[in-house]
Antibody, heavy 120, light 111 residues
């Protein structure tokens, strides 16, 4: 059974850092596209970052240069290192598995999400 | 402002048919990138509902269907049920932004 479990969220001050984790089971993260999507309180979904099976990463402009998406194949776990956090980064962060369909990626399994609050 | 435009809300009575739209541009849906749909029940993570414009994952009832034409896509729900009350999001890829993009979401209310 495919499962994704996020952790690491919490309250952090503006300018601070946080590292989110996403532990996967039931499949191998290194052979799949994986993504982070966030949802600000009461708002819609926003794509944050993707890592390809080959290790290539892409980021939304709003987080480029501040966030880093990585994975530990031995632990089958993904990480999102978030630096220079801003109040507008406050959101529930979901990790999800991506599958390719006609040059797009769709997200078939999602974790339960972890809340990040950036506030002084 | 979302790259893909969805109506903020739609509503319908139990048993009725509702549709919701997802309008894009020539750099996303109009460029041939598929549209995917997600259902988000209150307080839960999104769930894949439709992928590749028209395909339903295993377990999704055939009351849900998707279509795509030109620069827009639509989600239809027939035989509306109270449990369908949720937020619905469309998603695609935008080649000018080099980013995966979501619509702003449509809140479905079952009257």
């Amino acid at each position: 059974e495919v499962q994704l479990v996020e952790s690491g969220g919490g309250l952090v001050q503006p300018g601070g850092s946080l590292r989110l984790s996403c532990a996967a089971s039931g499949f191998t993260v290194s052979t799949n596209y994986m993504t982070w999507v966030r949802q600000a309180p009461g708002k819609g979904l926003q794509w944050v970052s993707v890592i390809y099976s080959g290790g290539l990463t892409y980021y939304a402009d709003s987080v480029k240069g501040r966030f880093t998406f990585s994975r530990d194949n031995s632990k089958n776990t993904l990480y999102l290192q978030m630096n220079s956090l801003k109040p507008e980064d406050t959101a529930v962060y979901y990790c999800a598995r991506g599958l390719v369909e006609m040059a797009t990626i769709y997200f078939d399994y999602w974790g339960q999400g972890t809340l990040v609050t950036v506030s002084s | 402002q979302s790259v893909l435009t969805q109506p903020p809300s739609v509503s319908g009575a139990p048993g009725q048919r509702v549709t919701m739209s997802c309008a894009g541009t020539s750099s996303n849906i109009g460029a041939g990138y598929d549209v995917h749909w997600y259902q988000q029940l209150p307080g839960t993570a999104p769930k894949l509902l439709i992928y590749g414009n028209i395909n339903r994952p295993s377990g999704v009832p055939d009351r849900f269907s998707g279509s795509q034409s030109g620069t827009s896509a639509s989600l239809a729900i027939t035989g509306l049920q109270a449990e369908d009350e949720a937020d619905y999001y469309c998603q695609s890829y935008d080649n000018s932004l080099t980013a995966w993009v979501f619509g702003g979401g449509t809140k479905l209310t079952v009257l």
